[in-house]
């Protein structure tokens, strides 16, 4: 056969030329999938030891384990079941890491919190200042921990020894265990085993919707995705009087669009006629050192712009600086009008609040956060009102450098 490769990704066309007859029959068959390898470059989907009908999949709000379609012959593979491979050298040069990036969603990698019963999700991978973003590298343990045939996948960079994290299953959730290196099959729980071992399959490159090519293509993909939508000011009011500048802030419409809709018509809604709006509303719980809360819209726990609440939409950006502007809630899926900013990095609040924006480092805006976080009490009660007294929005367009760098 002569193979042709210019036909869609994932099929080959295949040409066969009769020796007597001299016809050419011409067919597309689909490729035959690499090896399914944690090592190097490539897909793969990982199906659960303990639950052969689940794999892990990785979306949006959060990374689980769920089952692919049942009595289905030769069903494909759940589409966020498939990860590509990629090596973590474009991220931390010299690393023998790994980076696995999602063939659902283009530009987001696997993450994790790098403590003890984190959960994965989703991330866009952070560069700056040469510093290594560690929470988006994994290795390989193979054999995994149930043994032969299957691989655990550990947090970081793995060393030969000491303590380490591994990914597990629990309740459907992913998250992070402890485990210690060397592995000692005798001293490793039964439960934890299965629960953080997988079999590797090899989804068809047709699963992957937009491959890229280069130890950079991670990078490349998320570049648009990590540029802000929208910039919000906020003028704000301490004890009766004006705060020194105003709160800038750049919002993420490309990772969250329903949250940065919501919290723009009620930042706009006092100009718009809006029923429920920010303008006039209160910072009322600043803890120092952890955050400022506020926002309501009813004065209680506060209305979505439409009124009632909506459900969590993407945990993909992280609570990981000072600045970092994110929805408060009562529990999943009860997002309605309040908000907090962070005065420094609380990963333990990742995937449980869904992050949105980031305040502007524009020499003004930390300012006027640090004369808030001031007049805050360790019990969330402040020594001076904080009110919002004005709230507007615009559109940014033709930006070229990521706010997320």
Known sequence: PVVIDSLAPGRWHVSFRGERTGQTVTAALPSPPLPARLDGEGLVALRSVNFEGSFLLARAKGVVLGEAPAGVPEAPLPADAALHVRPATAFCPGSSAIVLESCAFPGLVLAHGNFPDARLHLSLPRRSGGVCDQSILWSALSPGLSGDGTVSLVAGQRTGSGSALVARHAFSKLQLSPLQLPVQPSAIDSLLAADASWRLEAPASSQCSTPLSGADAVEKASASMSLSTVRAIMSIEIGGRPATGTLSFSLFGHVAPRTVDNFVQLCDAAAQGGRYQYTGSSLQRVIPGFMVQGGSTDGGYG????????????????????GV???????????????????????????????????????????????IEAVGRGDGSTSAPVKITGCRTSMITHQRQSALT
């Open 325 to 371: 502007l994110s929805m408060a809630n009562a529990g999943e899926d009860t997002n309605g009008s309040q908000f907090f900013i962070l005065f420094g990095a609380q990963p333990h609040l990742n995937g449980k609040h869904v992050v949105f924006g980031r305040l502007d480092d524009d020499g003004v805006s930390h300012a006027v956060l640090s004369e």
């Open 303 to 322: 209305k979505s712009a439409t009124g009632g609440q909506f459900a969590d939409e993407s945990f993909v950006l992280t609570h990981d600086a000072r």
